[in-house]
Each structure stands twice: as structure tokens, then as C-alpha cells.
């Protein structure tokens, strides 16, 4: 399963960051989107789903909904993920 370091190789080499800016980059999202959720309660991220918090007697929970692009694309026979921009299914 990738991490942060798999991720931020992959980001670096697709937009010509260094490593350690794409490094950066992915924890201060990560950051922004908990900081979000902890606010919100709820972040959405148009063509990936959204993250809803749940508070329940049992503690907290996360539940995601992915969008109806990103199971598309999880779907797809080639398992290939369609590129940014390319034309899909609009169903979000």
C-alpha cells in the first residue's frame, strides 16, 4: 500500500516537484483536510467523494462516498486511472 513517500515520488515526478516540496505539499493537504473535517464535519472533493464525520456512542467514525468519476474509474477493465481532464462520466 503506498504511503506518503510512494505518493510524493509519484507527484514529483508527474509535475516536476522535488521530492521533498511534493513531501510538503501532501502533509499540508492532509493536514488542511483533517483540520477541515474537525470544523466542517464534512469535506468534499469534487471527482473523489466525500468524508463525513460520524459521532456515535462507539467514538468517532469517517465515512466516505467516493464520487460516481472516481468509481468509474476504479471499475474500469484496464485498471488504468482516467488522466486529469479527460472526459468521464459525469454523474458528481
Known amino acids: ?32 483536510m483533517t483540520l477541515a473535517l474537525r470544523r466542517d464535519g464534512r469535506l468534499s472533493l469534487r471527482e473523489f467523494g466525500t468524508f463525513r464525520v460520524r459521532k456515535g456512542s462507539q467514538g468517532t467514525r469517517i465515512i466516505f462516498r467516493p464520487s460516481g468519476r472516481l468509481r468509474a474509474s476504479l471499475n474500469r477493465s484496464d485498471g488504468k486511472p482516467r488522466p486529469p481532464g479527460a472526459p468521464g462520466p459525469e454523474v458528481d
Open 1 to 32: 500500500m503506498p504511503g506518503i513517500l510512494e505518493l510524493s515520488r509519484e507527484l514529483a515526478r508527474e509535475i516536476g516537484l522535488s521530492q521533498e516540496k511534493a513531501r510538503i505539499f501532501l502533509r499540508v493537504l492532509l493536514e488542511e
